[in-house]
């Protein structure tokens, strides 16, 4: 089975400009989860889909990033305008349902760098 | 407040001895553990996980320990092998509330001597 595909893989840009994350799932997952890791942590969750609807959004920073999943499949993640502390890896993770006992299936990341 | 925590930033164990790695919790909802395995420049993989109603899963090298009163757990891989050199990280969530999104530690990276 295919994994967790995100693009790109590496982004550089300038603060105060604008940056978007793509992810596309395991085919038939239905919970999605966008993570931010920065050096030294560990993953931090920012929001998580149940199909198309947001089930957890409080660790967002609404004022800068958003997030959504048209059609309950791909989804993108955008930070608008960037900011130095937001240099982290963007992790997209799926599940086949939420509440479930299984894991999280994680994609490779895009590294964001903004400088 | 890091309701995950693995305190120790780095281990250094050798080739076919145990490595022990601890995460300890302090919310008392959480009820399903994972370890996950991350190399540099690709997602954390799923190792092995366990839930609240047990104290022990196994599989293959990898053992994970539930202690719920001490609100600890610990891997145990035995024999460690070079290939285990990775960063590990232990996660919890909470299944029954509401959204269930996992909480990570920072991570212990072990490095497995030859």
Redesign the interface.
């Known amino acids: 089975e295919a994994g967790?595909a995100q693009s790109p893989r590496y982004k550089i840009i300038e603060k105060r400009q604008s940056v978007a994350f793509w992810c596309n799932p395991i085919s038939g997952h239905a919970t999605l989860?966008w993570y931010q890791q920065i050096l030294?942590?560990?993953?931090?969750?920012l929001i998580?889909f149940q199909n198309n609807g947001v089930?957890?959004d409080?660790q967002l920073p609404k004022d800068r990033f958003s997030a959504e999943r048209l059609k309950g499949v791909d989804s993108t993640l955008k930070i608008q305008p960037a900011k130095l502390e937001d240099s982290a890896v963007y992790?997209c993770?799926s599940k086949a349902r939420?509440?479930?006992?299984s894991?999280?299936?994680?994609?490779?990341?895009t590294r964001l760098t903004v400088t | 407040d890091q309701q995950?925590k693995q305190n120790s930033p780095s281990l250094s164990v050798q080739e076919g001895r145990i490595s022990i790695l601890n995460c300890d919790y302090t919310n008392s909802m959480f009820d399903?553990f994972?370890w996950?395995k991350k190399y540099p420049?690709?997602?954390?993989?799923?190792l092995i996980?366990i839930?609240s109603i047990k104290d022990k899963n196994e599989d293959g090298r990898f053992t994970v320990f539930l202690n719920k009163s001490a609100k600890h757990l610990s891997l145990h891989i035995v024999p460690s092998q070079p290939g285990d050199s990775a960063v590990y990280?232990c996660?919890a969530s909470a299944?029954?509330g509401?959204?269930?999104?996992?909480?990570?530690?920072?991570?212990t990276h072990l490095i497995i001597q030859p």
């Open positions: 967790v989860y030294g942590q560990g993953p931090k969750l998580q089930v957890d409080s992790l993770a939420v509440y479930s006992d894991p999280l299936h994680f994609g490779n990341g | 995950v399903y994972l996950y420049a690709e997602g954390p993989t799923f996980s839930s990280f996660a299944q029954g509401g959204a269930d999104g996992l909480t990570f530690g920072k991570g």
